[in-house]
C-alpha cells in the first residue's frame, strides 16, 4: 500500500503542479538543530510571504534512514508555489500599470485647454486645410480596391467575430480587430507592395527620440514612419540626427518624421481619449515638417496643408482626422480636419478603413515622402556652408549696435525674395539674425536686472534718509524741552 501511495505521488510531480499540503506544523519530520537552522537560513530564505520567521524545513539524511526524494521535493514546491503569484496575474498587473501610465495625463479635465496655450487644437480652424487636401482626403477615403477575402469580414464570420469581441480588452482588439482596419506596412511590404519598402510600423513603441509638447512622450498603439534609409548621408547629416541626441525628425530608433498613428481604446468615453492622444502625436509629428520647411526657408510650402493622418477606434465605431499647421511668421498653429466618423460592423463601413489606408499609400506617402525630400534639398549642408565665423556677435555690447544690426538684417531679408537667395546664404542669414535677437535679449535683461538693483539701491536710500530724518526730528524735540526746562 505505501509503495503504491509513493508511485502516485511521483506520477502527480512529474505530470502536473503539485496540489497544496498542509503546514509544516503538521508534518511528521524532525526538527533541525540549531546549527542546521544557521545553515539553512543561508541557504534558503524564508518565502516573501510566510506568516513565520521559520526557515523552510528540509529533510535530514542519515546513513541509517533516508526519507522519500519525492515527498520531499513535493512539499518544497508547494511550499514555494504559495508564495509565488501565478504569472498571468503578474503579467495583468503590469499591462494595467503600463496603460495606466500611458493614458493618466490625457485623462486631465483640462488637457485640451493646455494643447491650445501650446498652439494644438483640437477642431479645424476657420480657414481649413488648403481646398486640395480636402479634396484628397475625399479620393482617399471613397476610391474603390479590391478587398482581402477570406476574413473575419467576411458575411458568413461577422457576427460570431463581432459578437466574440464584446466586452474584451484593448489588447484582444489590438491583436484581432486592429489588422482589418489598419494592417501592418511591413508585412505588405513582405507581400510585395514595394509602394512601401521606406515605411516602418511602430507597435507601442516610447518616441523616445523627441520631446513631448505637453505630458509624457507620445506611445501610439500603432504608427507608420519613414525608415532611416529613405534618407542619404548627406540628407541626415543636413538633419543633424545623431544616434546618442534627441531631434525633432525622429520619434524613435528607425523612424522619421511619422505621419499615421492610431489608437485602440475600449470603455466609456474611450474615443476622446484616444483623440487626446492621436493629436499630441501628430503635432509632434507636424512639428518636424515645420521645422524642416523653415530651415528650408519655405513654411508656406506647408501652410494649410494636410500633413498626417490618425484613426482612433473601439469595437464599434472609428474616427478618421487629418491634421495641417497654419503658419503666421514665427507663430504656428495646429489643427485637425474630420475625414470620417464610421460605424466599423456596417456593410457600407466595413472596409472603409483599409480602404482608406490602401490609398493613403498610393497617394498620400508619395507627396509626404516628395514634399520632406524637395526641403532637404534647399537645406544647405553645413559641412559644405557653414555659418559664418567672421561676425563676432559676443563681442557687440552695445545694445543699439545689436538692434540696428537686426533691423538691417531683417530689411535684407525682406527686400530680396526668400527663393532668390542662394540656400547658402540664407541659412547664414537665419542664423546671424538669431544669434543677434539672443543677445539682445540677454543685453535686455541685463539692463532689466540692473535697473532693478537700481531701484532696489534707491528704495534703501530713501529708507535710511528717512529714518535719519525722523531721529533728527526726535533729537531736535528732545533739545528744546531741555532748554526750555
Keep these: 500500500m505505501k509503495r503504491a501511495q509513493s508511485s502516485a505521488l511521483q506520477n502527480s510531480h512529474h505530470d502536473e503542479r503539485p496540489a497544496k499540503v498542509p503546514r509544516r506544523e503538521s508534518l511528521s519530520i524532525p526538527s533541525p538543530n540549531k546549527e542546521q537552522e544557521e545553515q539553512i537560513k543561508a541557504q534558503h530564505p524564508?518565502?516573501?510571504?510566510?506568516?513565520?520567521?521559520?526557515?523552510?524545513?528540509?529533510?535530514?539524511?542519515?546513513?541509517?534512514?533516508?526519507?522519500?526524494?519525492?515527498?520531499?521535493?513535493?512539499?518544497?514546491?508547494?511550499?514555494?508555489?504559495?508564495?509565488?503569484?501565478?504569472?498571468?496575474?503578474?503579467?495583468?498587473?503590469?499591462?494595467?500599470?503600463?496603460?495606466?501610465?500611458?493614458?493618466?495625463?490625457?485623462?486631465?479635465?483640462?488637457?485640451?485647454?493646455?494643447?491650445?496655450?501650446?498652439?494644438?487644437?483640437?477642431?479645424?480652424?476657420?480657414?481649413?486645410?488648403?481646398?486640395?487636401?480636402?479634396?484628397?482626403?475625399?479620393?482617399?477615403?471613397?476610391?474603390?480596391?479590391?478587398t482581402p477575402q477570406g476574413t473575419l469580414f467576411d458575411d458568413e464570420y461577422i457576427t460570431d467575430f463581432h459578437n466574440s469581441l464584446q466586452n474584451r480588452s484593448e489588447a484582444r482588439l489590438f491583436i484581432d480587430l486592429h489588422?482589418?482596419?489598419?494592417?501592418?506596412?511591413?508585412?505588405?511590404f513582405i507581400q510585395g507592395k514595394t509602394r512601401l519598402k521606406n515605411v516602418i510600423d511602430g507597435?507601442?513603441?516610447?518616441?523616445?527620440?523627441?520631446?513631448?509638447?505637453?505630458?509624457?512622450?507620445?506611445?501610439?498603439?500603432?504608427?507608420?514612419?519613414?525608415?532611416?534609409?529613405?534618407?542619404?548621408?548627406?540628407?541626415?547629416?543636413?538633419?543633424?540626427?545623431?544616434?546618442?541626441?534627441?531631434?525633432?525628425?525622429?520619434?524613435?530608433?528607425?523612424?522619421?518624421?511619422p505621419y499615421v498613428t492610431a489608437e485602440i481604446k475600449c470603455g466609456n468615453q474611450a474615443l476622446e481619449l484616444a483623440d487626446r492622444q492621436n493629436m499630441h502625436s501628430m503635432c509632434i509629428a507636424m512639428r518636424a515638417v515645420v521645422s524642416l520647411s523653415r530651415a528650408a526657408g519655405y513654411p508656406e510650402r506647408v501652410h494649410q496643408r494636410i500633413l498626417g493622418f490618425s484613426m482612433s477606434h473601439d469595437l464599434e465605431g472609428l474616427r478618421i482626422y487629418g491634421y495641417?499647421?497654419?503658419?503666421?511668421?514665427?507663430?504656428?498653429?495646429?489643427?485637425?480636419?474630420?475625414v470620417a466618423q464610421l460605424n466599423i460592423w456596417t456593410k457600407e463601413d466595413r472596409w472603409a478603413c483599409y480602404r482608406f489606408m490602401e490609398n493613403l499609400d498610393r497617394e498620400f506617402l508619395p507627396i509626404h515622402i516628395d514634399r520632406l525630400m524637395q526641403l532637404l534639398e534647399e537645406v544647405p549642408d553645413l559641412e559644405?556652408?557653414?555659418?559664418?565665423?567672421?561676425?563676432?556677435?559676443?563681442?557687440?555690447?552695445?545694445?543699439?549696435?545689436?538692434?540696428?544690426?537686426?533691423?538691417?538684417?531683417?530689411?535684407?531679408?525682406?527686400?530680396?525674395?526668400?527663393?532668390?537667395?542662394?540656400?547658402?546664404?540664407?541659412?547664414?542669414?537665419?542664423?546671424?539674425?538669431?544669434?543677434?535677437?539672443?543677445?539682445?535679449?540677454?543685453?535686455?535683461?541685463?539692463?532689466?536686472?540692473?535697473?532693478?538693483?537700481?531701484?532696489?539701491?534707491?528704495?534703501?536710500?530713501?529708507?535710511?534718509?528717512?529714518?535719519?530724518?525722523?531721529?533728527?526730528?526726535?533729537?531736535?524735540?528732545?533739545?528744546?524741552?531741555?532748554?526750555?526746562?
Design 46 to 146: 524564508p518565502s516573501p510571504k510566510s506568516n513565520s520567521g521559520n526557515p523552510v524545513n528540509l529533510e535530514r539524511q542519515t546513513t541509517t534512514t533516508k526519507p522519500s526524494l519525492t515527498n520531499a521535493t513535493t512539499r518544497h514546491t508547494a511550499e514555494i508555489f504559495d508564495w509565488i503569484p501565478a504569472p498571468s496575474e503578474i503579467v495583468d498587473d503590469e499591462r494595467s500599470s503600463a496603460r495606466d501610465a500611458k493614458s493618466s495625463a490625457y485623462k486631465a479635465v483640462n488637457y485640451v485647454t493646455i494643447l491650445e496655450t501650446k498652439g494644438c487644437f483640437m477642431r479645424q480652424s476657420s480657414a481649413g486645410p488648403h481646398p486640395e487636401d480636402i479634396a484628397l482626403c475625399e479620393r482617399l477615403l471613397d476610391q474603390p480596391i479590391e
Design 384 to 485: 559644405e556652408y557653414p555659418p559664418s565665423a567672421d561676425v563676432d556677435i559676443e563681442s557687440r555690447t552695445s545694445r543699439i549696435e545689436l538692434q540696428e544690426h537686426s533691423r538691417i538684417i531683417r530689411q535684407t531679408a525682406s527686400s530680396q525674395s526668400s527663393r532668390g537667395l542662394q540656400p547658402e546664404l540664407r541659412l547664414m542669414v537665419q542664423t546671424l539674425q538669431q544669434q543677434v535677437e539672443m543677445q539682445a535679449r540677454q543685453l535686455a535683461d541685463q539692463r532689466e536686472r540692473e535697473e532693478k538693483r537700481d531701484a532696489e539701491q534707491k528704495a534703501r536710500e530713501a529708507e535710511h534718509k528717512a529714518r535719519e530724518d525722523k531721529l533728527l526730528a526726535q533729537l531736535e524735540h528732545l533739545t528744546r524741552k531741555l532748554i526750555d526746562n
Design 179 to 188: 489588422p482589418l482596419l489598419m494592417p501592418s506596412a511591413e508585412n505588405q
Design 324 to 338: 495641417y499647421p497654419e503658419i503666421d511668421n514665427e507663430n504656428t498653429s495646429y489643427f485637425r480636419w474630420p
Design 203 to 257: 507597435y507601442n513603441d516610447l518616441w523616445v527620440k523627441t520631446e513631448p509638447i505637453y505630458g509624457p512622450k507620445p506611445q501610439p498603439d500603432h504608427a507608420r514612419g519613414l525608415r532611416w534609409s529613405t534618407f542619404s548621408e548627406n540628407q541626415r547629416r543636413k538633419l543633424g540626427i545623431k544616434p546618442d541626441e534627441k531631434s525633432l525628425y525622429t520619434a524613435q530608433e528607425d523612424m522619421y518624421f
